[in-house]
Structures are given as structure tokens and as C-alpha cells.
């Protein structure tokens, strides 16, 4: 996915999108992904981890999508450092479930804002397709990710469910909204 050009949009959000690269997750931006990650996982109810993840978590998790074929992904800029990332995992162990997977994107908090979520959501759903899955299914806490919601609806992605109460983080009882798209 290394040569995987984003999608120019309006504005200043432009300029930083087109000045990222989409490329595959690599064994050295691992450090990069998890301290994003933990940055929710402090700030944030967009995870309902409550724990910090270490660094054998996301190797881990690199070796299973590797193993499985599924698509793991980061956005960086001009001079390599990680600002987001993105990976499709499968939605159930069951094989059953093998053409299915949840998607998640996470972007370093001074990338918000700047297309990069619409770049890896694009190039995530080019490479989910190519790797054979049918379905992809968001998983987002909905009074925490409204952007997140608005940007996988502009992508065809349409509600398909809504369970209430069913996490409780920083002392809030929260929600989960699945958005579906079939590929």
C-alpha cells in the first residue's frame, strides 16, 4: 500500500492529507501506534480500554493480522513520524465469521482534523476489500465520536444496531453504535 494515494480534498485539510503516506504497519512504528492509542485510552471514552496497552500487545496484534492477511495500516508524514493509524480485525474467532471484521482508526491527537481520518478510512477499505472481506463493522461510542460517525456514513457505512449501557468508563455508563458497510 506504499504507493496508495489519498484523496485530495478543499482546503488546508488538502495539503496535510496529500502530505501523508498510507503505507503498512511496520515492527518500527509499533511504539508510535501504542502511544496514540493510550492517549485515548487516558483521555477518552473512544476505547473502553481503561488500561494502558504495552508495547507485546500491538506486536501481537501486528502478528495476527499478518497471519490472517488483514490490512494494518499507518499515515505519516514527510519526515516518517506515525500520525495515525488503521486495521481491520476479524469481527469473531468462529470461521464462520472470516469474511467479516471490525474497523478501527485512531489518529495522533495534533492530526485530528486534517484528513487523515478520511485517507486511512479510504485506503482501509480499498485494502479490506483486496483481502477478501464482505463486511466491515464500526464499533464507536457515539457522545465521544461524532466525526467518526459522520465520516463512516459519507462512506456508505449504515446503522446496524445500538446497544445502550453497556460500558462504563471514567465513572459514565456509555453506549455502542455499530455502523455496517458491505464491500
Given at each position: 500500500?506504499?504507493?496508495?494515494?489519498?484523496?485530495?480534498?478543499?482546503?488546508?485539510?488538502?495539503?496535510?492529507?496529500?502530505?501523508?503516506?498510507?503505507?503498512?504497519?511496520?515492527?518500527?512504528?509499533?511504539?508510535?501506534?501504542?502511544?496514540?492509542?493510550?492517549?485515548?485510552?487516558?483521555?477518552?471514552?473512544?476505547?473502553?480500554d481503561e488500561e494502558e496497552t504495552d508495547l507485546a500487545v500491538w506486536e501481537h496484534k501486528q502478528e495476527l493480522l499478518a497471519t490472517t492477511g488483514l490490512p494494518f495500516l499507518v499515515a505519516e508524514d514527510a519526515g516518517g513520524a506515525v500520525l495515525g493509524f488503521a486495521y481491520a480485525q476479524h469481527w469473531r474467532a468462529k470461521s464462520a465469521y472470516r469474511f467479516s471484521a471490525e474497523n478501527t482508526i485512531y489518529l495522533s491527537p495534533d492530526a485530528a482534523g486534517r484528513g487523515l481520518g478520511k485517507a486511512l478510512l479510504e485506503a482501509l477499505l480499498d485494502a479490506s476489500a483486496k483481502a477478501g472481506l464482505h463486511e466491515l463493522i464500526a464499533v464507536i461510542e457515539p457522545t465521544a465520536a461524532a466525526a467518526s460517525i459522520a465520516l463512516h456514513r459519507r462512506y456508505g457505512f449504515v446503522d446496524a444496531g445500538h446497544l445502550k449501557g453497556v460500558g462504563v468508563k471514567f465513572g459514565r455508563t456509555l453506549d455502542v453504535l455499530f455502523l455496517q458497510k458491505s464491500l
Amino acid at each position: 500500500m506504499s504507493d496508495t494515494p489519498t484523496v485530495p480534498q478543499p482546503g488546508a485539510a488538502a495539503d496535510a492529507a496529500q502530505a501523508a503516506r498510507i503505507r503498512p504497519a511496520a515492527v518500527e512504528d509499533l511504539a508510535a501506534i501504542r502511544d496514540i492509542y493510550n492517549h485515548y485510552v487516558r483521555t477518552s471514552t473512544v476505547t473502553f480500554d481503561e488500561e494502558e496497552t504495552d508495547l507485546a500487545v500491538w506486536e501481537h496484534k501486528q502478528e495476527l493480522l499478518a497471519t490472517t492477511g488483514l490490512p494494518f495500516l499507518v499515515a505519516e508524514d514527510a519526515g516518517g513520524a506515525v500520525l495515525g493509524f488503521a486495521y481491520a480485525q476479524h469481527w469473531r474467532a468462529k470461521s464462520a465469521y472470516r469474511f467479516s471484521a471490525e474497523n478501527t482508526i485512531y489518529l495522533s491527537p495534533d492530526a485530528a482534523g486534517r484528513g487523515l481520518g478520511k485517507a486511512l478510512l479510504e485506503a482501509l477499505l480499498d485494502a479490506s476489500a483486496k483481502a477478501g472481506l464482505h463486511e466491515l463493522i464500526a464499533v464507536i461510542e457515539p457522545t465521544a465520536a461524532a466525526a467518526s460517525i459522520a465520516l463512516h456514513r459519507r462512506y456508505g457505512f449504515v446503522d446496524a444496531g445500538h446497544l445502550k449501557g453497556v460500558g462504563v468508563k471514567f465513572g459514565r455508563t456509555l453506549d455502542v453504535l455499530f455502523l455496517q458497510k458491505s464491500l
